[in-house]
């Protein structure tokens, strides 16, 4: 009996994650960021503005911001963030809430110019995990975003593993979870919640839910 439970012992330790604090919940400072679609907007077209805010705990929060231009002549933006390009040339939308303030520049000219439609990153190791590898967040065919991890991808072996969006590189504290990770290497993909922005979250990580452990984290590219 004495050896068995030497055996389970060993067993256990060789998949857990042992020696490593667990993450506790991490504060955040609030913040607040414009979600835009376009970069150029044809003149007599308009576009609708969305807001991300996220509380202290890194959540995201609906909230009503004061949106103002700081040319109407050029572009026009009414209460909801509903944004009018007048006559050419180019201005900033502005979004005050409380004591935050965020902006785009947005030109109005002939023609309409979408912004970029998808992030990459590059995963790193944590607490002497391994995880490697890219992803690219993107939207498909149906118009879901998607996390797709590349043919490179390799992560260390650990008991529940499970992929997360999150604002910080060693916390899932105010993030998303997108399930369990399907396999320690190669191609795979997550479909994100409905209602989530391209730009809601800078980091992916690969975290061991049980034990409260990130295995490693990739950081979107700028």
Do not use: H
């Not at 979004?95 to 303030?101: Q, V």
């Amino acid at each position: 009996m004495r050896s068995l439970k030497y055996l389970w012992v060993l067993s256990i330790s060789a998949f857990s994650c042992i020696g490593v604090d667990i993450v506790e919940e991490e504060m955040f400072e609030t913040e607040l960021r414009i979600v835009t679609e376009v970069e150029a907007l044809k003149v007599g077209e308009t576009t609708t503005l969305s807001i991300l805010y996220f509380n202290e705990t890194g959540e995201q929060v609906v909230v009503s911001p004061i949106w103002t231009s700081t040319d109407s002549d050029i572009l026009d933006v009414s209460n909801d963030g509903l944004v009018t390009a007048v006559s050419m040339g180019s201005a900033y939308i502005k979004a005050s809430f409380e004591n935050l303030t965020d902006s785009v520049m947005i030109a109005a000219g002939d023609e309409t110019v979408l912004t970029e439609t998808s992030r990459k990153g590059t995963f790193k190791g944590r607490n002497n995990y391994t995880v490697a590898g890219d992803f690219t967040l993107a939207p498909n065919n149906d118009g879901d975003l998607v996390l797709s991890f590349g043919s490179n991808f390799t992560a260390s072996n650990g008991p529940g593993l499970f992929v997360y969006l999150s604002n910080s590189d060693n916390s899932v504290s105010g993030g998303i979870e997108l399930g369990a990770l399907k396999s320690n290497s190669g191609e795979q993909s997550y479909t994100l919640p409905m209602g989530t922005e391209l730009n809601s979250y800078d980091f992916v990580i690969i975290y061991c839910k049980p034990f409260g452990v990130p295995f490693g984290y990739g950081k979107f590219e700028e």
